[in-house]
């Protein structure tokens, strides 16, 4: 099973980006995703989850209301719309899978994930 997180970049504070992650080697259905970061000489953190089924979300406090998380199983991709983006947004964002889990199941810990992307970089002015 491979991620790969795209679509990070320079940005503007108060615009937005959306990152994509493409899923590859099994399909999309049975597995949880989840979104987050890492700041410079901060330690990853969570911002975003989706069942695998795509009715329930989670976020974090920092990013609640300004980030959405989607996901599109028949393309095997999940999605992080970032708007009002902040400063503080700046990072290395990661994309996670778990897989065969129940439909409902959301995921805010990294060690429940299963697997990784390589990350894309993040990056807001001011």
């Known amino acids: 099973v491979q991620l790969q997180a795209f679509g990070g970049g320079l940005v503007q504070a108060g615009g937005f980006l959306r990152l994509s992650c493409a899923v590859s080697g099994r399909a999309l259905s049975r597995t949880a995703m989840g979104w987050f970061r890492q700041a410079p000489g901060k330690e990853r953190e969570f911002a975003a989850a989706i069942s695998w089924n795509g009715d329930s979300t989670h976020y974090s406090d920092s990013v609640k209301g300004r980030f959405t998380i989607s996901r599109d199983n028949a393309k095997n991709t999940v999605y992080l719309q970032m708007n009002s983006v902040k400063p503080e947004d700046t990072a290395v964002y990661y994309c996670?899978?778990?897989?065969?889990?129940?439909?409902?199941?959301?995921?805010?810990?990294?060690?429940?994930?299963?697997?990784w992307g390589q990350g894309t970089q993040v990056t807001v002015s001011s």
């Open positions: 996670a899978g778990k897989i065969d889990v129940s439909s409902s199941s959301l995921y805010s810990k990294d060690r429940s994930y299963d697997y």
